[in-house]
């Protein structure tokens, strides 16, 4: 990666936090589930296991030089490759950053380990925390977000309701909506229930506009995303429609930074220009040399090329 980077990636254009620096504290695809939809594949370590996985100081060491540089973001947002709240020392680091900027901080999340204390109090510390909730019964948790044989939906929804009570921030609640899986009335209905009972800020309706650990997951179009949208809320969004925000930021850019986005998400040539400030020329000449190189594979989703590291 460039200069030396391993744990940042980005600012990369994000359809929820608009421009997004990314840090990534897990190891990849180490998480509490295997969604059918998870655009980075399927899930290698499947563990509710807290670890302590990357040096809170080197991370920070990373964010300072960026900051230095002139960073410009909306938010450094805590994910990446795997589930984040996996890593014990979650909390240690927002208390570090917050010492150093005063870009809020956004934790992306599946929410599953919310039930414990631990992590609520990490996750607190957060401006914006963004769990996920796909499923309103078991059996579409079980189809959709395959967790660990230890979790449950109701586990899952308890947890958002004991966090709710406690944090005083932002609650932007995702539900990733797949054609056939959690679309028909009953299943939105139960959706609606559990987000009665979470009370979040806001629901953020999402469906798969890039590649999936599984084929043949089905996006819902506009139009059908938002007669859903209706029916979950006055407070629920449709945020699958995603133009990329304004550039902004100068920073040198090489090919390593575009693999090091990569390697974290799979992205359109729009997405990359957009993240990173360049040319359609720039990154097409990046793109073509990685690929030369063969740490590029590419796939077509919904008439859109989508690059991702190999």
């Known amino acids: 990666m460039a200069k030396g980077e391993k744990y940042l990636y980005g600012p990369v254009p994000s359809r929820r936090l608009g421009r997004s620096l990314g840090i990534d504290i897990v190891p990849f695809k180490v998480c509490t589930l295997d969604c059918v939809y998870c655009q980075l594949g399927g899930t290698t370590q499947k563990t509710l296991q807290r670890g302590d996985f990357v040096p809170v100081e080197a991370v920070l060491a990373e964010l300072r030089d960026k900051l230095a540089e002139g960073l410009e973001a909306d938010f450094i947002s805590i994910g990446g490759s795997g589930e984040p709240t996996l890593n014990c020392r979650l909390g240690e680091l927002i208390d570090g950053i917050k010492k150093i900027t005063n870009i809020p901080v956004a934790i992306l999340t599946n929410g599953t380990l919310l039930c414990k204390q631990d992590v609520r109090a990490d996750c607190a510390k957060a401006d914006v925390v963004l769990p996920s909730l796909d499923a309103g019964d078991e059996q579409a948790y079980q189809r959709i977000n395959r967790p660990h044989p230890e979790l449950n939906i109701e586990e899952l929804i308890s947890g958002l309701c004991a966090f709710r009570k406690e944090f005083s921030g932002q609650i932007w609640l995702e539900v990733f909506?797949?054609?056939?899986?959690?679309?028909?009335?009953?299943?939105?209905?139960?959706?609606?229930?559990?987000?009665?009972?979470?009370?979040?800020?806001?629901?953020?309706?999402?469906?798969?506009?890039?590649?999936?650990?599984?084929?043949?997951?089905?996006?819902?179009?506009?139009?059908?995303?938002?007669?859903i949208a209706e029916k979950l809320g006055g407070n629920c969004e449709v945020i699958a429609d995603f133009s990329p925000p304004q550039q902004g930021g100068h920073f040198e850019v090489k090919a390593e930074d575009v693999l090091s986005i990569l390697k974290r998400r799979p992205c359109s040539l729009s997405d990359i220009c957009s993240a990173l400030g360049m040319s359609r020329n720039e990154a097409l000449k990046c793109i073509a040399f990685l690929q030369q190189q063969g740490g590029l594979d590419s796939e077509k989703k919904g008439g859109i090329i989508f690059f991702k590291a190999n």
């Open 177 to 227: 909506i797949i054609d056939g899986f959690n679309t028909d009335n009953e299943q939105i209905a139960k959706i609606r229930n559990a987000i009665d009972r979470i009370r979040p800020d806001k629901v953020q309706l999402n469906t798969a506009v890039r590649p999936t650990a599984e084929p043949g997951i089905k996006s819902l179009d506009a139009e059908k995303l938002h007669v």
